[in-house]
């Protein structure tokens, strides 16, 4: 499959590499396709803490993600069955991928992540779904970009 | 808008499989339960819009990510 992508350029990818949605993401509904691409890490220098979800259909819809529990341990939002189950069958825990959204601002001292809306991917079926959690101590708006920079610098 | 008046204990049905019913009206407020299959996602309209929000800012970052 070709993807068309203002912040990657043309990539060609391999149809087992596509996140559906069934029902978008909030705000972005009629987007139902996505890449997973892992992101690069000299970011971090470590491998699967930063992630990009970039629009099958919009080329410009593009979303950086990290993997939170890489750098904040206590990170374990809950989420129920009923949505884990919503994304079709699995074995184990181990089956899904909880990824956060984060936004970068132009002053990149100032990014930030998602706690309180994880998204969910079963890495089997590839279906995703951005679930907002109950539990109110999970910020919409986590600043996290000195907790990355004690990762980088930890390695 | 539909609007349609009910009282506590009353219901109303969207579509075969959704009910929504006032369960307790104190002053201003009014609990609602809804009984809906567990694909369909309910959440308070204000942290939803919120998370629409964080969603179109998080979509058009625009900084120089290499710095971190």
């Known amino acids: 499959m070709i993807i ?7 990539i060609e990818a391999d149809d087992d590499k596509i996140i559906t949605f069934d029902e978008g993401l909030p705000g972005f509904s009629s987007l139902r396709e ?3 691409i892992e992101g690069d890490y000299a970011l971090t220098r470590r491998e699967g803490v930063f992630w990009w979800l970039q ?3 919009d080329a410009e819809v593009a979303f950086a993600l990290l993997n939170v529990p890489a750098f904040m341990s206590g990170y374990n939002p809950n989420i129920s069955n009923e949505t884990l189950n919503g994304l079709g069958d699995y074995e184990c825990a181990g089956d899904f991928l909880t990824l956060n959204i984060a936004v970068i601002p132009g002053d990149i ?3 930030r992540v998602n706690l309180r809306a994880p998204v969910v991917i079963n890495s089997l079926t590839r279906k995703g779904r951005q679930v907002i959690i109950q539990d109110g101590r999970y910020e ?3 600043l996290v970009f000195d907790e990355l920079r004690k990762l980088r610098q930890v390695v | 808008m539909l609007a349609l008046t009910r009282k506590k204990g009353e219901s109303v049905i969207i579509g075969d499989d959704i009910e929504i019913m006032v369960t307790s009206i104190r002053g201003e407020q009014v609990k609602l339960g809804i009984v809906a299959p567990a694909s369909v996602s309910i959440y308070r ?6 998370i629409k929000r964080e969603n179109r800012e998080a979509a058009k970052f625009r900084a120089d990510i290499d710095k971190l």
């Open chain 1, 4 to 10: 068309n992508s203002t912040r990657f350029g043309t």
């Open chain 1, 34 to 36: 996505f890449l997973l």
């Open chain 1, 55 to 57: 629009s099958v259909e």
């Open chain 1, 109 to 111: 001292t100032r990014m």
């Open chain 1, 140 to 142: 919409v708006r986590h």
């Open chain 2, 45 to 50: 309209k204000e942290l939803y819009e919120i």
